[in-house]
């Protein structure tokens, strides 16, 4: 059983920074990909940041250049960096974690972006 689980959310004001953490149950080396997904209200959940078992990340273009996807294995788990924040980037983020075959979930954390 995989459990994920976020922290580091919060209110923020524009142009401020935020680090979020997902904590996996267990070696986060294992999973073929993992990322951060947001779902603002009314909206969809959609991918913000993805990072795979090599390293290499990718991004949607609104968040390159100001937000860095990272893990540390042997703490087992991912980070969201988050530089530079604007009122649009306000949403629930959500950590996944991906085994082919199926997708893991945490209970997201809040993150608000306003002066």
């Known amino acids: 059983q995989v459990q994920l689980v976020e922290s580091g959310g919060g209110l923020v004001q524009p142009g401020g920074s935020l680090r979020l953490s997902c904590s996996a149950s267990?070696?986060?080396?294992?999973?073929?990909?993992m990322g951060w997904y947001r779902q603002a209200p009314g909206q969809t959940r959609d991918v913000v940041a993805t990072i795979g078992s090599g390293g290499r990340a990718s991004y949607i273009d609104s968040v390159k250049g100001r937000f860095t996807i990272s893990t540390d294995n042997a703490n087992n788990t991912l980070y969201l960096q988050m530089n530079s924040l604007t009122p649009e980037d306000t949403a629930v983020y959500y950590c996944s974690a991906y085994i082919p075959g199926r997708y893991y979930w945490g209970q997201g954390t809040q993150v608000t972006v306003s002066s």
């Open positions: 267990g070696a986060i080396s294992r999973f073929y990909n």
